[in-house]
């Protein structure tokens, strides 16, 4: 059995229920608040992050590319044309490049703000760093996004997907990225149909049906975020 500690608005939890999704591998998921200290979950992942993933019995794999690696390397084969991490090596370190930048460098610039501003703030009580965003921040992340959505552009005018002619974990990874940002109506999707076509087609997968799904109490999606051909 397969257990995903995560939380709704993370980022790399969220490609990593794409990964499990894409590889059928169903799991039992508990939510996590990245902020709060949970010893258990500690004793599981010292360093406090998440997406943390368990099978019955076997050690804690710790961190979303890590949980993509080891899902390639246990059901990978199994999946055939559907593989997410190419056969070549030369493609398989431009679909690792890629994960890298979407999860990490895309997620640093632009989504941890939205998601620090304007979700975390008012879920987090007063001693937690609760309270209203900060629209400088907001103003700087909307800047960075225009980066990172012109890079997504370049890439999938150039491919058929974002890390070459099939997709693969890249662009889980960019969906998983714009799709917490469109939750909150930040993406500018009028600006960059290109990347509009691309995130149409990585949407309709059933894969982001679960994604599509999610809803947080007081803080409903934007009114395009389930709609496919928004």
């Given at each position: ?32 608040m990245p902020w709060a200290r949970d010893e258990a979950f500690l004793l599981l992942n010292p360093a406090g992050t998440l997406p943390v993933l368990r099978e019955n019995d076997g050690p804690p794999v ?169």
């Open positions: 059995m397969l257990q995903l500690y995560h939380n709704m608005m993370d980022v790399p939890s969220r490609f990593a229920r794409l990964c499990l999704a894409e590889a059928k591998a169903g799991a039992e998921l508990t939510e996590m710790c961190g979303a590319q890590v949980i993509a690696e080891y899902l390639d390397e246990t059901r990978g084969y199994a999946l055939g044309e559907r593989r997410l991490m190419p056969d070549h090596p030369n493609e398989r370190a431009e679909t690792r490049r890629l994960m890298n930048w979407f999860l990490e460098k895309a997620v640093d610039d632009t989504a941890q703000y939205f998601i620090e501003e304007k979700i975390y703030k008012r879920l987090k009580g007063p001693s937690e760093g609760g309270g209203s965003p900060d629209s400088n921040i907001l103003r700087a992340a909307r800047s960075n996004l225009r980066m990172h959505l012109q890079y997504i552009g370049y890439l999938a005018e150039r491919r058929n997907w974002l890390a070459g002619n099939r997709i693969t974990y890249a662009d889980l990874a960019a969906g998983a990225m714009l799709s917490v940002i469109d939750y909150m109506g930040e993406v500018p999707w009028e600006k960059e149909p290109v990347v509009k076509d691309w995130y149409q087609r990585i949407k309709s997968r059933p894969c982001f049906r679960p994604i599509l799904a999610d809803s947080l109490k007081g803080i409903p999606a934007a009114n395009h975020y389930m709609d496919l051909d928004f």
